[in-house]
């Protein structure tokens, strides 16, 4: 698994570990409501399930970008500092945000 696939599995398993906590809050804060909405808490159960695949997916990510080197030739756009550089970037921009939704129980009583 390259780390471009394991950021994608973390993006996907955050998405799955906040179902039951952060998309009913913000489909009520844009003003959909009614009972269906409740029915998201039924993923309350997997969320354990969800927090740690993304956790490991997101410390798959980070192995391939900082702790093993590209397994490329010279001249192909991996092994171009540049490169790296950015996918590091697009990294931390996908991961902080994760990271907040993953906390999001811990500081959801503040908008309720």
């Known amino acids: 698994m390259n780390d471009k696939h394991a950021l994608i599995a973390g ?3 955050g ?3 906040s179902l039951c906590c952060v998309v009913p ?3 009520l804060s ?3 409501g009614g009972a269906w909405v409740a029915n998201l808490a039924v993923f309350a159960p997997l969320r354990p399930l ?3 695949l993304t956790l490991l ?3 798959l990510a980070f192995r391939a970008l900082y702790l093993v080197p590209p397994a490329c030739r010279a001249g192909e756009p991996c092994a171009e500092e540049d490169v790296q550089r950015r996918r590091r970037r697009i990294f931390w921009l996908a991961a902080i945000p994760l990271l907040g939704l993953l906390a999001f129980p811990w ?3 503040l908008f309720y």
């Open 11 to 13: 993006i996907l398993a």
């Open 50 to 52: 969800f927090l740690g």
């Open 107 to 109: 500081y959801a009583r």
């Open 30 to 32: 844009l003003g959909l």
């Open 57 to 59: 997916f997101l410390a």
């Open 25 to 27: 809050l913000a489909l």
């Open 15 to 17: 998405i799955g570990a």
